[in-house]
């Protein structure tokens, strides 16, 4: 009983939270002027209900029956709350998504319908590769990204629509580092004996079951934060994030984040040679990410991630053009031990697309990657940052970490597919900027979000 009233309680906190935060973001949406945008703020309660998804069912879990074990081969059973919340978050997520669509339906889109088929490309080699694969394909894999891709392609949400984005990532942080003070059974997990990681008793954890499952979720929302007007909310939020993303042991995010920093708070000062630099930058992070697992040759490279790759590989030369389908992963874990007991996906994202999806989905994932780079690029140009710190946060996290699949709205949905979709489909990328240019922006906090 105790357990289920601090759920309660933690939830309803939560949610009052952004309830509130969210109201003050939407009071300032006056501020954009004349430019185009829907009456209702479609975007912001979509992301407001994936990151729900993301949260609640997970947090309600850990306290009404404890965390589960950290290990691909058990099955974990959901508590009927926690359960009831899975199952009925993403049902409403779809229905938003309808709602947005009939209500916007005499909108004209901003950019055309072949740049929302190739961001749905991953999704749909994904499922062409599970039925390939002779694998069954779950209901709401097959509209949860297309129905949010119609509504950003339909609405072309602004980028400053993603503020929500930050609160929520700045709300997730604090909340875990409550936890982490007042209900460490709850927030934290037992640090390992060796290792780097040993530093520290316990990781931070928050509302997730694994402390790298928290980190990428800084790491996929700090880039947003960047969108704040107020600038002493921007650097609390960051401070807030960063602290939380340290005390999570995950070197992987830890570096990601610092990345973002330097994107949120270097690249504006560079002049004209920002776009250079930014896409060096994306250059170096694409090939790291393709190159190096598939070249590893040692088991125990990359703390054993290049077990998993060198497994990776020779189950996907068993079917390269489609892979073993989207479920590969869990599939196989159920029965073999070959990847490892943390294997719950290829530990990079170029590597898990090309085992699950082939050849076809591994392109498809470079070509929205790509697509995603050349937008940034365009957005620098008009004075908005974000963009390029969310792609190059994405990337870095993408080396040793998969934060999507394009098949489920997940833990990072919020984040990952609302901030590329927003990038591919905003009307900010063809409306002209009224905010001064960056050369004559002394800080980060001047840039236009």
């Given at each position: 009983?105790?357990?289920?009233?601090?759920?309660?309680?933690?939830?309803?906190?939560?949610?009052?939270?952004?309830?509130?935060?969210?109201?003050?973001?939407?009071?300032?949406?006056?501020?954009?002027?004349?430019?185009?945008?829907?009456?209702?703020?479609?975007?912001?309660?979509?992301?407001?209900?994936?990151?729900?998804?993301?949260?609640?069912?997970?947090?309600?879990?850990?306290?009404?029956?404890?965390?589960?074990?950290?290990?691909?081969?058990?099955?974990?059973?959901?508590?009927?709350?926690?359960?009831?919340?899975?199952?009925?978050?993403?049902?409403?997520?779809?229905?938003?998504?309808?709602?947005?669509?009939?209500?916007?339906?005499?909108?004209?889109?901003?950019?055309?319908?072949?740049?929302?088929?190739?961001?749905?490309?991953?999704?749909?080699?994904?499922?062409?590769?599970?039925?390939?694969?002779?694998?069954?394909?779950?209901?709401?894999?097959?509209?949860?990204?297309?129905?949010?891709?119609?509504?950003?392609?339909?609405?072309?949400?602004?980028?400053?629509?993603?503020?929500?984005?930050?609160?929520?990532?700045?709300?997730?942080?604090?909340?875990?580092?409550?936890?982490?003070?007042?209900?460490?059974?709850?927030?934290?997990?037992?640090?390992?004996?060796?290792?780097?990681?040993?530093?520290?008793?316990?990781?931070?954890?928050?509302?997730?079951?694994?402390?790298?499952?928290?980190?990428?979720?800084?790491?996929?929302?700090?880039?947003?934060?960047?969108?704040?007007?107020?600038?002493?909310?921007?650097?609390?939020?960051?401070?807030?994030?960063?602290?939380?993303?340290?005390?999570?042991?995950?070197?992987?995010?830890?570096?990601?984040?610092?990345?973002?920093?330097?994107?949120?708070?270097?690249?504006?000062?560079?002049?004209?040679?920002?776009?250079?630099?930014?896409?060096?930058?994306?250059?170096?992070?694409?090939?790291?990410?393709?190159?190096?697992?598939?070249?590893?040759?040692?088991?125990?490279?990359?703390?054993?991630?290049?077990?998993?790759?060198?497994?990776?590989?020779?189950?996907?030369?068993?079917?390269?053009?489609?892979?073993?389908?989207?479920?590969?992963?869990?599939?196989?874990?159920?029965?073999?031990?070959?990847?490892?007991?943390?294997?719950?996906?290829?530990?990079?994202?170029?590597?898990?697309?090309?085992?699950?999806?082939?050849?076809?989905?591994?392109?498809a994932l470079v070509i929205v990657v790509l697509a995603a780079v050349k937008a940034s690029q365009r957005y620098l140009s008009r004075g908005h940052i974000f963009?390029?710190?969310?792609?190059?946060?994405?990337?870095?996290?993408?080396?040793l970490e998969v934060a999507t699949d394009f098949q489920n709205l997940s833990t990072l949905g919020f984040a990952v597919w609302t901030s590329l979709a927003v990038?591919?489909?905003?009307?900010?990328?063809?409306?002209p900027t009224t905010s001064a240019p960056i050369r004559q922006a002394p800080a980060a906090h001047r840039l236009r979000a």
């Amino acid at each position: 009983m105790d357990r289920l009233f601090l759920a309660t309680l933690g939830v309803a906190s939560a949610l009052i939270w952004v309830g509130v935060l969210v109201g003050i973001a939407l009071k300032r949406r006056k501020e954009a002027g004349g430019q185009r945008r829907p009456d209702v703020p479609w975007m912001p309660i979509l992301v407001v209900i994936a990151w729900a998804n993301g949260v609640v069912p997970s947090f309600l879990n850990l306290v009404i029956a404890g965390r589960p074990p950290v290990d691909i081969s058990a099955s974990t059973t959901l508590a009927p709350p926690a359960a009831m919340a899975a199952r009925f978050l993403p049902m409403l997520f779809v229905l938003f998504c309808a709602a947005a669509l009939l209500h916007e339906k005499e909108r004209p889109p901003a950019v055309g319908a072949g740049r929302m088929c190739l961001f749905l490309a991953p999704w749909a080699m994904g499922q062409l590769a599970t039925l390939a694969a002779g694998k069954s394909i779950g209901p709401m894999t097959l509209v949860l990204l297309p129905v949010l891709a119609l509504v950003a392609w339909k609405i072309g949400p602004p980028l400053r629509d993603l503020r929500i984005v930050g609160i929520l990532t700045a709300v997730t942080a604090a909340g875990s580092l409550v936890l982490w003070k007042f209900a460490p059974e709850v927030g934290a997990v037992s640090a390992p004996s060796t290792g780097a990681k040993a530093a520290l008793d316990q990781l931070l954890a928050g509302p997730y079951n694994h402390p790298n499952t928290l980190g990428m979720a800084l790491v996929v929302g700090l880039p947003a934060v960047a969108l704040f007007a107020n600038r002493r909310w921007r650097f609390i939020a960051t401070v807030v994030v960063v602290a939380a993303t340290w005390l999570t042991g995950s070197r992987t995010a830890q570096f990601s984040v610092a990345l973002i920093l330097v994107a949120m708070y270097v690249l504006p000062r560079t002049g004209r040679a920002r776009r250079g630099f930014f896409l060096l930058a994306a250059v170096l992070l694409i090939s790291t990410l393709v190159l190096i697992p598939l070249t590893t040759t040692d088991p125990n490279a990359y703390s054993e991630r290049g077990r998993i790759w060198m497994t990776s590989r020779d189950s996907w030369a068993g079917s390269p053009l489609f892979g073993g389908g989207v479920t590969f992963y869990p599939d196989t874990g159920r029965y073999v031990t070959a990847f490892g007991s943390f294997a719950f996906h290829g530990h990079n994202l170029f590597i898990h697309f090309l085992t699950t999806s082939g050849i076809v989905g591994a392109g498809a994932l470079v070509i929205v990657v790509l697509a995603a780079v050349k937008a940034s690029q365009r957005y620098l140009s008009r004075g908005h940052i974000f963009p390029a710190a969310f792609v190059l946060g994405f990337l870095a996290l993408a080396f040793l970490e998969v934060a999507t699949d394009f098949q489920n709205l997940s833990t990072l949905g919020f984040a990952v597919w609302t901030s590329l979709a927003v990038i591919l489909f905003s009307h900010d990328q063809v409306t002209p900027t009224t905010s001064a240019p960056i050369r004559q922006a002394p800080a980060a906090h001047r840039l236009r979000a």
